[in-house]
């Protein structure tokens, strides 16, 4: 089942809608009478680092394409670097 709400009425039902999510049901709240969200449910997220592990020996990749980072991966860029502006090869041929 789907219930329809407007915001204001959502807003005063939160909770009744929120058993009304936990029992399975949609809830789609709407503006003047056009949807404008769904509230859901939470799903279990994140990477499934064993399926990309799987994915990669299919196809014959390396586990780790790029390797290990260096340690000092993320420290701070020197200064002259960032205010140094890039030079592009065809930048050369046009001066």
Known sequence: MTIHVSIKEAKNRLSDLIRSMERGERVIVTRRGEPVFEM?????????FAALDRWKEERGLP?????PLPKDFD?????DF?????????????K
């Open 40 to 48: 859901v449910t939470p799903r279990p997220g994140g990477i499934d």
């Open 75 to 79: 420290d701070p860029l020197p200064e």
């Open 63 to 67: 586990r780790h394409i790029v390797g």
């Open 82 to 94: 960032l205010i140094t502006p890039l030079r592009y090869p065809d930048e050369a041929e046009q």
